[in-house]
Nanobody, 115 residues
């Protein structure tokens, strides 16, 4: 089963940018659809961006035009480029990998947007 490790979170001012990374191991990365999810304080975990193995991408309405999901299969890594960050983007960001019945989550990385 694939294992995932996220990194790149931190504290950023409104309008700032961060890039999250998710490194996969233990599986054939190119076979997995990848997604990024956010869990804000007191909220359920929600999808913000997803990319399937064919390259099709979906974004939540709240991040369209600001976030970009990408993947580098040669590096077994998925990315989430986040621009023009807003306080409501604050939360723990998790990456998720899915291949048929095999699904894995990373441990999460905290993103705090505050002045």
């Amino acid at each position: 089963q694939v294992q995932l490790v996220e990194s790149g979170g931190g504290l950023v001012q409104p309008g700032g940018s961060l890039t999250l990374s998710c490194v996969a191991s233990g599986g054939i990365f190119s076979l997995y659809a990848m997604g990024w999810y956010r869990q804000g304080p007191g909220y359920q975990r929600v999808m913000v961006a997803a990319m399937n193995t064919g390259g099709s991408i979906t974004y939540s309405d709240s991040v369209k035009g600001r976030f970009t999901i990408s993947r580098d299969n040669a590096k077994n890594t998925a990315y989430l480029q986040m621009n023009n960050l807003k306080p409501e983007d604050t939360g723990v960001y998790y990456c998720n990998a899915v291949h048929y019945t095999d699904s894995a989550w990373g441990q999460g990385t905290q993103v705090t947007v505050s002045s």
